[in-house]
């Protein structure tokens, strides 16, 4: 089997975590404040907040904004459940608007008609590695005096008109989970160029403290450790040929497939997360590609306009068409090139595809 995701782990990465663990200083440190500094340069922010996931990370960030019980949160309706459930967390509420059926990012020219007076903020999930339509985004915050809260779990590189995804916006976050462009196991990065909300960031990953046992606001034990941060470090000098190498494989099969490609924006840098693609008859595609040993995955079956716990009202149709068709095929960088190539003719041959 062909794996969708596998991660990139070499000795430089054991023995980064070897000595941490003969260090004895395992727990939230030095080597945490030094991935911190290091990420931030490589993003071209003033500061870098790790935390231990990048749900921790969005809640953080909401909270360090004052995000509270009453607020409205306007974000896409097609994007992983933590872009949304972290609002809840806050007692906000999330309020949805519809994708573009080529990027399947959140539409910018859907945002103002689901503004309120109670509107306080816009996070837009860059997802797949591609940054979304951030000018349009950006200009209406501005007008309306909200807040932007870029999700970029998905985007480590990306880039907007040559600007990198996580520093457009007030506050960016980031993701390190196993599957995403470079990783942790688990974990979390908040970005930001405002020193007050990087202090209060600070403040709530620690149990609130500013300093040991003075605890000066509702806080949670979001730390990162050093053990993850030493991976991290490894995986911060490896993301440009990391995600060079998803890019290779993502244009040759934008050369050598047979079915509408993805569509890449012209303004941005696509750091290809996930190769999506659109199927017709996704159960019959998918089962074609199991026989043949491809893997794949499907995200996400259900947006988050449709999922019970928020409870939305609103028409989303473009999102639901998307999650009924999305599927997507390897495209990580441990792929040899037998591997694409076999992928490639997987595909071609499905007799069904649209």
């Known amino acids: 089997m062909i794996q969708l995701t596998k991660p990139e782990i070499g000795k430089e990465e054991i023995e980064a975590v070897t000595e941490v663990l003969r260090s004895g200083m395992l ?16 993003i071209g922010t003033d500061y870098a907040i790790a935390t231990n996931s990048g749900t921790s990370a969005l809640h953080t960030a909401l909270a360090s904004v004052g995000i509270k019980e009453g607020d409205e949160v306007i974000t896409t309706a097609f994007s992983f459940f933590a872009t949304a459930s972290c609002v809840l967390m806050q007692n906000a509420t999330p309020v949805f608007v519809d994708i573009d059926p080529k990027t399947y990012n959140i539409d910018p020219f859907r945002i103002e008609a689901n503004l309120s007076e109670r509107t306080k903020a816009i996070i837009p999930a860059h997802l797949y590695g591609q940054p979304c339509e951030m000018s349009e985004i950006i200009d209406i915050a501005k007008e309306h005096n909200l807040i932007v809260i870029e999700d970029a779990a998905q985007a480590h590189g990306a880039e907007y008109k040559a600007i990198r995804a996580g520093s457009i916006g007030d506050i960016g976050v980031f993701s390190f989970y196993a599957t995403k462009n470079i990783i942790t196991g688990e974990g979390g990065m908040i970005t930001t160029n405002n020193e ?18 003075f605890h000066e606001c509702l806080g949670y034990n979001y730390r990162m450790t050093n053990i993850a941060a030493a991976i991290g470090l490894v995986q911060l000098q490896k993301i440009d040929m990391l995600n060079l190498k998803r890019m290779s494989n993502a244009r040759y099969y934008g050369e050598q497939l047979n079915l509408k490609k993805p569509y890449v924006s012209p303004n941005v840098k696509h750091v290809f997360h996930q190769y999506t693609i659109r199927v017709k008859d996704r159960d019959k595609f998918i089962a074609h590609l199991e026989r043949n040993g491809v893997g794949y995955g499907i995200y996400y079956p259900v947006p988050l306009s449709s999922q019970p716990l928020f409870n939305s009202q609103g028409v989303f149709d473009v999102a639901e068409l998307a999650s009924k068709e999305v599927v997507s095929i390897p495209v990580n960088p441990s792929l040899k090139r037998a591997d694409v190539e076999k992928v490639v003719k997987v595909v071609n041959s499905y007799e069904g595809r649209s």
């Not at 939230?28 to 490589?42: H, K, M, P, T």
């Not at 007050?196 to 046992?213: F, L, P, S």
């Open 27 to 42: 727990a939230q440190g030095e080597v945490v404040e030094e991935f911190e500094r290091e990420f931030a340069a490589y």
């Open 196 to 213: 007050v909300i990087a202090e209060r960031a600070r403040m709530i990953r620690n149990h609130g403290q500013t300093k040991r046992y």
